[in-house]
């Protein structure tokens, strides 16, 4: 097999591996992208802070009183 051919070849099969290669990482990542959004909400719901309840309204005899 004469050298140019065989380089041609060789840089032929070392692009399509590179393409297959780059066409699996790609698939992986459509694969895995339902759990990374599932994930991700899961941490943003225990990460954001729970809001505290409020105050109980605070009153005086005298207001009381007066509502009733």
Do not use: N
């Not at 780059?22 to 895995?32: E, K, N, P, S, T």
């Not at 719901?45 to 009733?68: A, Q, Y």
Request: net charge positive; proline share 12%; no cysteine.
């Amino acid at each position: 097999m004469p050298v140019v051919l065989e380089a041609i070849v060789v840089s032929f099969g070392m692009l399509l591996i590179f393409t297959m290669a780059f066409f699996l990482i790609f698939l992986l990542a459509l694969v895995m992208s339902p759990v990374e959004k599932s994930l991700s909400k899961m941490i943003w719901d225990s990460t954001t802070p729970k809001r505290p309840l409020p105050p109980p309204p605070k009153g005086s005899f005298r207001d009381f009183s007066k509502k009733h």
